[in-house]
């Protein structure tokens, strides 16, 4: 009795947001049928829009519009590829600066500009009064697996749905690194704790140095199947 009374709950639910769009009433950023906007804050519905985007390249395009992002299309992989990649991206510069471009899946390259736009330069304005002026990156896409094992599932990295962050540099030229800095309870080690939380609100995978040891020396954010923030 009582699932079928939370069924009854969700078709009600259900048919309020459905009358809401129809009638107007739903904001965008709330309504589940229309495009992601980057430059509105993250809500409940961001991870599921985010979701959508892998397998519809023409609403990729049309929110990739709202990222602030330079990219280019890359070719389909041949399907006999040991690690495919479909719909994938080149993102070639950000609204921050970049160490150099990386291959993207879709999710994964607007997740970089919600994180950019929500976390990373708030925080920076917050705690050192400056923006973030480049992000250092060690690279998105390897064929390889988890751990760079000989068995086991594909990491995330061999879809390019994975990047790994190093460091960030300031607009004042202070570099802040997550091998050097994240020890300690300093200035630096603070703003990289808030961003390892803020990127949560982006990314499903967040991987920190509290994580384990071999991400020590950086961040790992990742658009896969679980959700996890460590």
């Not at 804050?41 to 985010?50: D, E, I, V």
């Not at 939380?197 to 994580?211: E, K, R």
Request: aromatic content about 8%.
């Amino acid at each position: 009795m009582r699932s079928i009374t939370f069924l009854g709950a969700l078709l009600l639910l259900g048919g309020a947001v459905a009358v809401g769009v129809w009638r107007g009433w739903v904001p965008n950023e709330w309504n589940p049928w229309a495009p992601l906007d980057v430059r509105a804050s993250p809500n409940l519905l961001t991870r599921y829009k985010l979701g959508r985007l892998q397998d519809d390249p023409a609403l990729c395009d049309q929110v990739l519009k709202t990222t602030g992002l330079r990219v280019s299309h890359q070719a389909d992989s041949p399907a006999d590829a040991a690690c495919p990649l479909r719909n994938t991206l080149r993102v070639q510069s950000a609204e921050v600066g970049l160490s150099s471009s990386f291959l993207a899946s879709c999710p994964l390259a607007v997740a970089f500009a919600l994180f950019e736009r929500h976390s990373l330069q708030p925080a920076a304005q917050a705690i050192y009064g400056q923006a973030v002026t480049r992000v250092d990156h060690l690279g998105s896409f390897a064929c390889r697996n988890v751990y760079n094992r000989a068995d086991g599932r594909l990491s995330q990295h061999a879809s390019a749905n994975a990047l790994d962050i190093a460091g960030f540099r300031l607009a004042n030229g202070r570099s802040v690194s997550v091998l050097e800095d994240w020890p300690g309870e300093g200035t630096d080690a603070r703003f990289l704790r808030q961003l390892r939380d803020g990127a949560c609100n982006a990314f499903n995978v967040v991987l920190s140095p509290d994580y384990n040891a071999a991400h020590r020396n950086h961040f790992h954010l990742d658009m896969g199947r679980w959700w996890v923030c460590r």
